[in-house]
């Protein structure tokens, strides 16, 4: 299998920090997955909440939020071995703020549902 072409710039990393950079695409892989498992959990599994459309509507947001965060887990991990094999600082992301913030609104919206619903 040929390298893509970001892969003969620059120069090769030290391997332990490709590893790093690997081990956090995985952790971010395992959230991604943890937010799929909440969507089919709690559209199977909580029929005591209501408005039925709202837990339905959250449990899908949720499996596309995890699906997005795949796909973005593997670009970030692109930019920061590109940026290690080049030399520059290491990109800036809005996700982990914006990902914090959709936990902090789920939680909130469940939390109504349960007193609530």
Request: no cysteine; proline share 5%; charged share 15%.
């Amino acid at each position: 299998m040929q390298n893509p072409r970001w892969r003969q710039q620059g120069e090769e990393p030290d391997y332990r920090f490709t590893l790093a950079n690997e081990r956090t695409f995985l952790a971010w892989i395992r959230t991604a997955l943890a937010l799929l498992a909440g969507g089919v959990l709690l559209h199977q599994f909580s029929h005591s909440l209501g408005p039925r459309w709202v837990v339905v509507a959250l449990a899908v947001l949720l499996a596309v939020i995890g699906a997005v965060l795949s796909v973005i887990a593997y670009t970030r991990w692109r930019a920061n071995e590109i940026a290690m094999r080049t030399g520059e600082p290491l990109p800036f992301t809005l996700l982990l703020p914006l990902l914090a913030g959709f936990s902090l609104v789920t939680a909130a919206v469940i939390a109504v549902l349960m007193v609530f619903g």
